[in-house]
């Protein structure tokens, strides 16, 4: 069956450090998001890619970048881990205006 | 930028109806989503309406759309234990494949 996975589900880093959050999906859509959630603010957009080499800042991108080498992947990189990191990230994908597919979750602490 | 809002927790007892309500503001969006979210996990899709229905029915949800105001709500008939989680309200921004998600109800049956 097809699926999306994120690694690790757990982190926990260092401020400063830098952080890649695995997302790997195999629907093989070309549509790919990144999420962060928390309490109070639902979930904000972080980054998006609408295919292979294209890559979109949302609505909270500052300190995140991500790379889309391949239809299945679209790691998300915190280049210098700060506090106000520390969330819940999910990555979905999905094929053109469809239901979105999600993740089960990376739950991030930045100490 | 596009605004959803939903209030933050609702409480009912087991066997009553459940209704959660969500208004935006984007008159463009032409797919409006009710996502679940279970403790621990990812988002699930559980209905969605497209912009030209007021009303869409699957099983014990119901979903009602006023385009006039604005307003999405999803009922839930004879809540059960099972149904209790954060629902999140989510509307299609910009004219792309992009999802604004509202900042999710809490749903809370008792017995």
């Known amino acids: 069956d097809a699926e999306i996975t994120q690694s690790p589900r757990h982190k926990i880093t260092e401020t400063g450090r830098q952080v890649t959050l695995a997302c790997h999906q195999t629907?093989?859509?070309?549509?790919m998001f990144w999420y962060r959630q928390d309490l109070g603010h639902g979930l904000r957009l972080i980054h998006y890619?609408?295919?292979?080499?294209?890559?979109n800042k949302g609505e909270v991108s500052d300190g995140y970048s991500v790379s889309r080498s391949n239809t299945e992947d679209l790691p998300l990189t915190l280049e210098s881990a700060a506090s106000s990191q520390t969330s819940v990230y999910f990555c979905?994908?999905?094929?053109?205006?469809?239901?979105?597919?999600f993740g089960p979750g990376t739950r991030l602490t930045v100490l | 930028g596009e605004d959803v809002e939903q209030s933050l927790f609702l409480s009912v007892r087991e066997g009553d109806s459940s209704v959660i309500n969500c208004t935006y503001t984007?008159?463009?969006?032409?797919?409006l989503y009710w996502y679940k979210q279970e403790p621990g996990a990812g988002l699930q899709l559980l209905t969605y309406?497209?912009?030209?229905?007021d009303m869409k029915q699957d099983q014990r949800l119901t979903v009602l759309l006023n385009k006039k105001d604005k307003h999405l709500s999803l009922r839930i008939a004879d809540t059960q234990t099972g149904d209790s989680a954060i629902y999140f309200c989510?509307?299609?921004?910009?004219?792309?494949?992009?999802?604004?998600f509202g900042t999710g109800t809490q749903l809370k049956v008792e017995l």
């Open positions: 629907w093989n859509h070309n549509n």
């Open positions: 309406i497209f912009s030209n229905m």
């Open positions: 890619s609408y295919g292979v080499q294209d890559t």
């Open positions: 979905a994908s999905s094929e053109s205006e469809g239901e979105q597919f």
């Open positions: 984007d008159s463009s969006s032409t797919y």
């Open positions: 989510a509307v299609i921004t910009g004219g792309g494949n992009k999802l604004t």
